[in-house]
């Protein structure tokens, strides 16, 4: 077959094979119904859920239909009477083959006991039904599961029952975007409170890079027991903060009861000789940081329960429990005021007053207080500098432990801009149609964190500077890096380099134009608001500051230089300056970013302001022979 056959034949199969895709519909979940009763068995509450879910296949190659996942905590739920099937077009009803068990697969977790059971549908053609049910029941109530109302697919029909003895009452709250399009039914039902949530038509949950959790801003139920009666009277179970608090205490009542010998003496040889709390309080952290590994244990309970802080000491290893109780226990025979506390991470959108349950926290710290203020106490980040705190509590709630009948809700702080900075001084003159220089960067707070963990970690690390330093900037050669105070101390993080731009400048007639400004932050950060419908989140407020000192040629002179420019609003805050000194132009660039979530609503704020600061990023100066 010659070359033109063959491109007329190609030709032809890709149009046959995109007017197939083209007609091949989308596969929707026609219904997942969720149906909780919530009982009372031998005098305590019991709730058993029977999931239901069906859907239609447009698609039978999608992998959201060839198959289905159960995830469970085999500590606290059970799962049975599985059924699952397929409908095929022609009506016929085939059964899954097999239904296996395997262990979730979870990054940086050592040992849990989460599991989940799997099954695929045989056979299955575009326009086949799939049914799937499944019974879970939970041994400890409190850890009652969330309702995502929206799925991967579109859904047609979304409804979740609570179907409630009437000694029972229970607490709900409906969180995320478009609640209140949610249909809300109560009815009564022999012994039972029926309450129902239903919403219709829902299109699949889209995904976006920089998105924060689904807590955020898909909707969902949480719902959870307030208390129950029995032949004694009434039962508190999770109905306030205090219950929720009761609830941990009875977890961590009888800890620490091995002997301490081994963990007192160090602890008096780490503090020998220091008077000051605030450093006694360091030279403590230093070393759980630095001595203890972290290793994510989520066994039952023993994702709860901090392990006895004498045997982390001795084993040198646990997770942020455990990391936690060792401070705590440390800073405590330091005769330092300190508290374990339990804490959501910014992954988890609750608040201890709103929801009073342990969906609120998935980690735990220590915190202590010194001269009448709190400091936070995260060892689990490798590279936060004391007194920080990781910056993934942010602005979160601390519930901290004071003694049986005592505890404090506190915030943990959200570092300004200010706090995380970058400062560079850079330096640079002409050479032909290209520029060369030296720079001299410093890094602080949570930037300097984020890049000591990139280094430190990193196999090649003189690539991985060359990376960073050019992440704002294509095409720049940078060569005798040299980095110092890549420690945990508060001292600046520095990076110093050579560096040389080709085709930065334009030699024309007796003319050199040139961009003065060498790095762009956010210039890339522009958002599709009429696409994106969800919130972006930062890992941290951040500023950076620039100040370039370049060299004027002899024999020239400033011909044009741009206006000074400033821009402020609640979002952004950013200015660039210019001056000259004998033959010397100094170029001033400052922006600081002050959101850790930016909403919905200030997107067109948001670029327009980008998009201003660009355009001087973008300015040029020119100078005449």
Not at 424 to 436: A, H, L, Y
Request: proline letters at 3%; one cysteine or more; charged letters at 25%.
């Amino acid at each position: 077959m010659n070359n033109h056959l063959l491109r007329i034949f190609f030709l032809f199969f890709t149009a046959i094979s995109a007017f197939s895709q083209s007609t091949k519909q989308k596969s929707y979940i026609i219904s997942k119904e969720d149906l909780y009763t919530i009982d009372i068995k031998d005098g305590k509450p019991l709730a058993i859920l029977n999931s239901v879910e069906k859907k239609w296949v447009g698609d039978k190659d999608d992998n959201l239909v060839i198959g289905n996942k159960i995830n469970y905590v085999a500590s606290f739920e059970d799962i049975s009477d599985i059924e699952a099937y397929s409908i095929s077009p022609e009506k016929k009803k085939i059964k899954v083959k097999g239904i296996y068990t395997e262990d979730l697969e979870i990054e940086n977790i050592f040992y849990h006991d989460m599991k989940f059971k799997y099954y695929y549908f045989n056979d299955l053609k575009n326009g086949s039904e799939t049914y799937s049910s499944y019974k879970k029941t939970y041994k400890k109530p409190q850890f009652l599961d969330r309702f995502y109302f929206k799925d991967n697919l579109e859904c047609k029909n979304s409804k979740i029952t609570l179907k409630v003895n009437k000694d029972i009452e229970i607490g709900y709250v409906l969180q995320g975007y478009d609640t209140e399009k949610i249909e809300f039914n109560s009815q009564q039902e022999g012994n039972y409170n029926l309450y129902s949530w239903q919403l219709k038509d829902l299109p699949k949950e889209d995904f976006y890079e920089n998105a924060p959790n689904l807590s955020y801003y898909s909707p969902h139920l949480i719902f959870y027991i307030k208390n129950y009666k029995t032949a004694t009277g009434k039962t508190n179970m999770l109905g306030s903060v205090s219950d929720l608090y009761n609830f941990y205490w009875e977890t961590i009542r009888n800890i620490n009861k091995t002997d301490q010998t081994a963990l007192k003496e160090l602890t008096d040889s780490l503090i020998k000789g220091l008077t000051n709390d605030l450093d006694k309080t360091r030279v403590i952290f230093n070393f759980v940081q630095s001595k203890v590994n972290y290793v994510a244990f989520e066994d039952g309970m023993g994702g709860f329960i901090p392990r006895e802080a004498s045997d982390v000491l001795q084993k040198r290893y646990g997770d942020c429990k455990d990391m936690a109780n060792l401070l705590n226990e440390m800073l405590t025979h330091a005769k330092i005021e300190s508290h374990i506390a339990w804490i959501g991470t910014r992954s988890n959108n609750y608040t201890y007053e709103k929801i009073p349950t342990p969906i609120v926290d998935n980690h735990m710290i220590a915190v202590a207080k010194i001269d009448n203020e709190y400091i936070f106490l995260d060892a689990t980040g490798q590279y936060t500098i004391f007194p920080s705190y990781t910056a993934f509590i942010q602005g979160k709630q601390a519930l901290l432990k004071i003694d049986k009948d005592n505890h404090k809700v506190i915030p943990v702080p959200i570092a300004d801009p200010d706090q995380n900075n970058t400062t560079g001084k850079i330096k640079f003159e002409f050479s032909n149609n290209s520029i060369t220089g030296k720079a001299d960067f410093q890094l602080i707070g949570f930037v300097k964190s984020h890049l000591l963990n990139q280094y430190k970690n990193s196999s090649e690390k003189t690539e991985m500077l060359k990376t960073y330093l050019s992440r704002f900037i294509q095409n720049i050669a940078t060569s005798n890096i040299d980095i110092k105070n890549d420690d945990l101390t508060q001292r600046p993080l520095e990076v110093r380099y050579d560096f040389t731009l080709e085709k930065w400048a334009k030699h024309i007639d007796n003319q050199i134009i040139f961009k003065p400004v060498l790095f762009f932050p956010f210039s890339d950060s522009r958002i599709d608001n009429e696409k994106r419908t969800i919130p972006v989140e930062f890992d941290f407020k951040k500023s950076y500051e620039f100040e370039y000192e370049i060299s004027i040629p002899e024999g020239y002179k400033v011909e044009y230089k741009p206006d000074n420019f400033t821009i402020a609003n609640e979002l952004i805050k950013a200015s660039i300056s210019y001056s000259q000194t004998g033959n010397k132009l100094l170029v001033n660039q400052k922006i600081a970013i002050n959101t850790l979530l930016l909403q919905e609503n200030k997107f067109e704020t948001w670029n327009t302001t980008i998009k201003s600061i660009t355009k001087q990023y973008n300015q040029n100066i020119i100078l005449t022979k």
